[in-house]
């Protein structure tokens, strides 16, 4: 490790990621659509000038796992101080189109660098991620269920100078803002991405001139420490190779299971992951970019491992992922994609979890609700977007959470007042669904139910998971319950796209956590049927957690 004091060290961590912690703050409080300053589906990181990440903040895994792909596409570009990059394209660094990435230098303005002729060096990046809620495509909100194609999904941006010494190139913005819906609130969410890259530039260079050279120092022992702790915390897992299956419920052309394979082999201090035996890529928009596999085997590894090791590249170093070309978690253009950013993420998270549980029994959960339930309501002047959480899975030590997010998702809901300020939108119910979780020793999480009513005519989109296959119980615990969507009280598959008329109520049932360990008599006998439960008849489980919720127990912290 390189030679920096643990006092000092830990000084330095601390405020690197104070400062990915402020960039989010300033993205939060500056964007306008309600996606990102109710719910905060965003991320931010700093990254050094490798493209390493050197800190983050404590937001989206799927976000913030795939983040290092970004920048090293848009590393391929000649940036100077003063530009900032613009990037979707899930085939060039992004996830899904909706998740719009802005990268910019940090080269702050020293003393020597504000003499005449002297260039500002760029010591690393600023990196924020947001999910717009709409970019184009055939559907508004750009989540449809239908997608054949990345086309019909929305706009797709490679890295692109979206600002160039300091000022926006007015006709790559127009160029964006032309292809998308609420061109108005487009605007003000990438101004705000980009004043949250600015406001990590200046904490950098304020830090720069408090350490000096020490800062640059701490890049590297940052990463060199949490590879140290990581590469630890594996050694002392059992060596070998651990397999598992699990499928996805169609791809939104046909209603057939899409089989996912996993081989972890854990050999010393390193962890091998290798997803042969998947399925080849298909027609519908299940299909996930490798970025995303690989940032779903990153989460897991940072929850069976010291949860208070620095979140950085160094926790990634020990762990290799792979998958074959062509296949559902490495497809090649112009596969669509936007569910497998959402959904197949969780998939593939609860099989690497699932291939663990002998390896690491004390850190791996029972199966967790597996889905983010993507609602999303739109038409040609709004789009809402939500994902609604559900029952996390129990642990060896715990019951699972009820209504929370679970995964590779860490947003907050929208709150019921602000969801019907913005839209024409009535939420008629928001509740638990008592009984949902699987028993068990330690009982897993209910899930939600959330009836929304369309005050005007719109466009309905549902990607959603385990509705036929049940979050799986472990060490002998039941299974939780499955899901359900209705639309006007009518039983609808996971994955659907329908234009409905102005009165139409959409309601969707979430998944129970699974229950871990056998029942032990009085407290966990089986679910009783799946009712659902206001949240007030309980105050003591709320139907959202305040604030951001825990994954799934006390070993899986929100800062993957």
Same mark, same amino acid.
């Given at each position: 490790m390189t030679d920096l004091d643990p006092i000092a060290l830990e000084i330095l961590r601390n405020q690197l990621e104070s400062v990915a912690e402020e960039m989010g703050q300033v993205l939060i409080r500056g964007a306008y659509s309600p996606n990102i300053t109710e719910r905060r589906d965003c991320s931010t990181a700093l990254f050094d000038a490798e493209g390493r990440m050197v800190a983050q903040a404590e937001h989206i895994p799927v976000h913030l796992g795939a983040m290092p792909e970004a920048v090293d596409a848009v590393l391929e570009h000649n940036l100077e101080p003063g530009d900032v990059f613009v990037l979707n394209d899930p085939f060039a660094g992004g996830t899904h189109l909706p998740d719009v990435t802005l990268v910019s230098p940090v080269a702050p303005e020293t003393d020597s660098a504000a003499t005449a002729g002297a260039d500002r060096e760029i010591l690393g990046y600023a990196v924020s991620r947001a999910h717009h809620a709409d970019v184009g495509g055939m559907a508004p909100g750009s989540m449809p269920a239908g997608a054949r194609d990345i086309q019909q999904e929305g706009l797709r941006i490679p890295p692109t100078r979206l600002v160039e010494n300091g000022e926006i190139r007015e006709e790559v913005e127009s160029l964006l803002l032309a292809n998308v819906r609420n061109p108005r609130e487009r605007r003000a969410d990438l101004r705000a991405q980009i004043a949250a890259n600015e406001r990590g530039e200046t904490r950098v260079g304020e830090l720069l001139a408090d350490h000096g050279d020490r800062l640059l120092t701490a890049f590297d022992a940052v990463v060199d420490y949490s590879r140290e702790r990581v590469e630890s915390e594996l050694a002392a897992l059992p060596d070998g190779t651990y397999t598992a299956t699990d499928a996805m419920e169609g791809d939104g052309v046909t209603d057939e299971d899409i089989p996912i394979e996993v081989s972890v082999e854990v050999d010393g201090a390193s962890v091998d992951v290798d997803f042969a035996g998947t399925a080849d890529q298909v027609a519908g928009n299940v299909n996930a970019p490798l970025t995303v596999a690989k940032s779903a085997v990153y989460f897991v590894i940072r929850c069976i491992t010291d949860p208070e090791i620095p979140p950085n590249h160094g926790c990634y170093e020990p762990v290799s992922v792979s998958a074959p070309e062509g296949s559902l978690l490495d497809p090649d253009p112009p596969a669509a994609v936007v569910g497998g950013n959402v959904e197949t993420s969780q998939r593939v998270t609860d099989v690497v979890f699932a291939a663990l549980a002998e390896a690491a029994p004390e850190r791996v959960p029972a199966g967790g609700q597996g889905t983010m339930n993507n609602l999303v309501v739109g038409a040609a002047d709004f789009a809402y977007y939500e994902t609604v959480g559900g029952g996390a899975g129990a642990t060896a030590s715990a019951d699972g959470l009820s209504g929370v997010q679970v995964g590779m998702t860490n947003t907050l809901n929208t709150p019921v007042e602000a969801l019907e300020a913005a839209y024409p939108l009535r939420v008629e119910r928001y509740a638990l669904r008592n009984g949902s979780g699987g028993a068990g020793r330690? +009982? !897993?999480?209910? !899930?939600? #139910?959330?009836?929304?009513? #369309?005050?005007?005519?719109?466009?309905?989109?549902?990607?959603?998971?385990?509705?036929?296959?049940?979050? +799986? !119980?472990?060490? &002998?615990?039941?299974?939780?319950?499955? &899901? +359900?969507?209705?639309?006007? &009280?009518?039983?609808? &598959?996971?994955?659907?796209?329908r234009e409905v008329p102005a009165g139409t109520t959409v309601t969707v049932e979430t998944p129970g956590g699974g229950g871990h360990g056998g029942p032990d008599g009085a407290d966990h006998g089986e679910p009783d049927g799946v009712a659902c439960r206001d949240s007030a008849d309980d105050p003591d489980r709320p139907a959202s957690g305040p604030g951001r919720s825990d994954d799934n127990s006390a070993a899986e912290p929100d800062d993957k």
């Amino acid at each position: 490790m390189t030679d920096l004091d643990p006092i000092a060290l830990e000084i330095l961590r601390n405020q690197l990621e104070s400062v990915a912690e402020e960039m989010g703050q300033v993205l939060i409080r500056g964007a306008y659509s309600p996606n990102i300053t109710e719910r905060r589906d965003c991320s931010t990181a700093l990254f050094d000038a490798e493209g390493r990440m050197v800190a983050q903040a404590e937001h989206i895994p799927v976000h913030l796992g795939a983040m290092p792909e970004a920048v090293d596409a848009v590393l391929e570009h000649n940036l100077e101080p003063g530009d900032v990059f613009v990037l979707n394209d899930p085939f060039a660094g992004g996830t899904h189109l909706p998740d719009v990435t802005l990268v910019s230098p940090v080269a702050p303005e020293t003393d020597s660098a504000a003499t005449a002729g002297a260039d500002r060096e760029i010591l690393g990046y600023a990196v924020s991620r947001a999910h717009h809620a709409d970019v184009g495509g055939m559907a508004p909100g750009s989540m449809p269920a239908g997608a054949r194609d990345i086309q019909q999904e929305g706009l797709r941006i490679p890295p692109t100078r979206l600002v160039e010494n300091g000022e926006i190139r007015e006709e790559v913005e127009s160029l964006l803002l032309a292809n998308v819906r609420n061109p108005r609130e487009r605007r003000a969410d990438l101004r705000a991405q980009i004043a949250a890259n600015e406001r990590g530039e200046t904490r950098v260079g304020e830090l720069l001139a408090d350490h000096g050279d020490r800062l640059l120092t701490a890049f590297d022992a940052v990463v060199d420490y949490s590879r140290e702790r990581v590469e630890s915390e594996l050694a002392a897992l059992p060596d070998g190779t651990y397999t598992a299956t699990d499928a996805m419920e169609g791809d939104g052309v046909t209603d057939e299971d899409i089989p996912i394979e996993v081989s972890v082999e854990v050999d010393g201090a390193s962890v091998d992951v290798d997803f042969a035996g998947t399925a080849d890529q298909v027609a519908g928009n299940v299909n996930a970019p490798l970025t995303v596999a690989k940032s779903a085997v990153y989460f897991v590894i940072r929850c069976i491992t010291d949860p208070e090791i620095p979140p950085n590249h160094g926790c990634y170093e020990p762990v290799s992922v792979s998958a074959p070309e062509g296949s559902l978690l490495d497809p090649d253009p112009p596969a669509a994609v936007v569910g497998g950013n959402v959904e197949t993420s969780q998939r593939v998270t609860d099989v690497v979890f699932a291939a663990l549980a002998e390896a690491a029994p004390e850190r791996v959960p029972a199966g967790g609700q597996g889905t983010m339930n993507n609602l999303v309501v739109g038409a040609a002047d709004f789009a809402y977007y939500e994902t609604v959480g559900g029952g996390a899975g129990a642990t060896a030590s715990a019951d699972g959470l009820s209504g929370v997010q679970v995964g590779m998702t860490n947003t907050l809901n929208t709150p019921v007042e602000a969801l019907e300020a913005a839209y024409p939108l009535r939420v008629e119910r928001y509740a638990l669904r008592n009984g949902s979780g699987g028993a068990g020793r330690h +009982r !897993g999480g209910d !899930g939600l #139910v959330r009836s929304v009513t #369309v005050e005007e005519p719109a466009t309905v989109s549902l990607l959603t998971e385990r509705r036929r296959h049940a979050p +799986r !119980g472990l060490d &002998g615990g039941a299974d939780g319950a499955t &899901g +359900r969507n209705r639309i006007d &009280g009518e039983a609808v &598959g996971p994955k659907v796209t329908r234009e409905v008329p102005a009165g139409t109520t959409v309601t969707v049932e979430t998944p129970g956590g699974g229950g871990h360990g056998g029942p032990d008599g009085a407290d966990h006998g089986e679910p009783d049927g799946v009712a659902c439960r206001d949240s007030a008849d309980d105050p003591d489980r709320p139907a959202s957690g305040p604030g951001r919720s825990d994954d799934n127990s006390a070993a899986e912290p929100d800062d993957k």
